[in-house]
């Protein structure tokens, strides 16, 4: 196809691009039900992550856009072809953890080899090795001063484990809002999920369940938001079971963890489609390269 374009007057401005991401666990891997499934149970019951992540991969396909996959260890080792079937499609393959433990659960020898395990289940599935990690639960915070050392060492280029934003389970209300290099003698980039900030107050604004339950406009209007005046790309996150109505229920688990958990879940799909169509995504890797550029 010829890119044409009028001579003697300038090309119009490029878009930002955000980076899209999915963080790749089965409904019964989430940090809300930790408390009441057991980890050695994960096996005994109904696998949904392979076909709920091959919708995602289709939803992406129609609107032609690439994404992040930030994938558990655990769904690496047990579904290799869905592994490959995300690189054949041009997006990337990043590590969410070998079993969703959150970083500040663990020391730093443990988060090293919680990594190093992953990370192994990836290359045997894909044969590439990641450079992105993303924390369960966003759980590197001021509790885990030394986990951005380690991903260094360990040869990752980037992080998006940080939720810059006070919440109940989660949260580092302290940390910079956009890339930034944690150390002071490494490349590594830390690109936190978006937030936004309103009459002194950060909200969350960068997916997840807030996504799913506060209206659409909201998180339209906070990627805008982002992007035009404060003129930096967003960082976006969903998880495969959202987009599945179908999932089993954990009828045993808090209250206010169900009702995160199953609230509209079958208008997600729509709602997600809406907002893919009406903002430029790419992958994180690539959000994180020109935001080197932009740090250099
Ligand atoms: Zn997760």
């Known amino acids: 196809m010829i890119d044409w374009k009028p001579q003697g007057r300038a090309a119009p401005k490029e878009r930002l691009v955000n980076a ?26 109904p696998q949904r992550v392979e076909r709920n992540s091959q919708a995602v991969l289709s939803l992406f396909g129609r609107v032609s856009v690439k994404a992040t996959f930030f994938t558990l260890g655990w769904v690496a080792q047990r579904y290799p072809a869905l592994i490959r079937r995300i690189v054949e499609g041009g ?11 959150r970083v500040f659960t663990m020391t730093a020898a443990e988060f090293r080899a919680d990594l190093e395990r992953a990370r192994i289940a990836i290359e045997d599935a894909c044969g590439q090795s990641p450079t992105g990690y993303r924390a369960p639960s ?5 509790r885990t001063p030394w986990a951005h050392r380690v991903l260094a060492e360990e040869g ?34 830390e690109l936190p999920v978006t937030t936004v900030e309103i009459g002194g107050r950060r909200l969350a604004a960068g997916g997840g369940g807030f996504f799913r339950l ?7 209007w906070a990627i ?21 109505p179908g999932q089993p229920r954990v009828a045993n688990a808090p209250l206010r963890s169900r009702l995160r958990h199953y609230s509209r879940l079958a208008a997600m799909e729509g709602k997600l489609l809406r907002l893919l169509k009406a903002h430029e995504w790419g992958r994180t890797d690539a959000v994180v390269a020109a935001e080197q550029v932009r740090l250099a």
């Open 214 to 220: 506060l209206p659409y406009h909201f998180s339209s």
């Open 224 to 244: 805008s938001r982002v992007n035009r005046d404060e003129g930096r790309p967003a960082v976006f996150y969903f998880h495969p079971w959202e987009i599945d």
């Open 20 to 45: 899209l991401s999915v963080d790749v666990e089965d409904w019964f891997q989430v940090g809300a039900f930790e408390t009441v499934i057991d980890r050695g149970s994960w096996d005994s019951l």
């Open 156 to 189: 990752y280029a980037y992080s998006s484990s940080v939720a810059p934003v006070k919440h109940d389970h989660y949260g580092w209300p302290e940390a910079p809002r956009f890339a930034h290099r944690p150390l002071a003698d490494a490349k590594l980039i």
């Open 138 to 142: 966003f759980s590197i915070d001021a």
């Open 91 to 101: 997006h990337e393959i990043a590590s969410h953890g070998w079993d969703h433990r």
